[in-house]
């Protein structure tokens, strides 16, 4: 059974690029790793928006790099994922009826 999981696991990792698998893939990972950020508390650093730090511990640059990580994930998760999430079905329509052009291979 352990192998078995393992095995999917691996065929999910090895999914070509830019295939309905690794776009669902991309998705999960900024989500997962927005979570990760959000549950270390990575939130509280974005107050160098208006001019404050984070932490008075971390200094300035570090609450700042840390307020834009967050930010960063932030957005991904909110524009990018979506967008992966419906071209996923897409591109697996678009490969499903189109056929290959011979002359090109």
């Known amino acids: 059974m352990k192998t078995n999981r393992s095995n999917r696991?691996?065929?999910?990792?090895?999914?070509?690029?830019l295939s309905p698998k690794d776009l669902l893939r991309h998705a999960v990972l900024i989500v997962l790793t927005f979570g990760l950020?959000?549950?270390?508390?990575?939130?509280?650093?974005?107050?160098?928006?208006?001019?404050?730090?984070?932490?008075?511990?971390?200094?300035?640059?570090?609450?700042?790099?840390?307020?834009?990580?967050?930010l960063s994930l932030y957005f991904a998760t909110v524009l990018l994922v979506p967008i992966l999430v419906l071209a996923a079905p897409l591109a697996s329509l678009w490969l499903k009826f189109h056929e290959p052009n011979p002359l090109r291979q």
């Open 9 to 17: 696991f691996w065929n999910l990792c090895a999914a070509d690029f």
């Open 37 to 70: 950020a959000h549950a270390f508390g990575l939130r509280e650093y974005t107050s160098f928006l208006n001019g404050t730090t984070g932490s008075t511990e971390l200094g300035y640059e570090l609450s700042a790099l840390l307020g834009l990580i967050y």
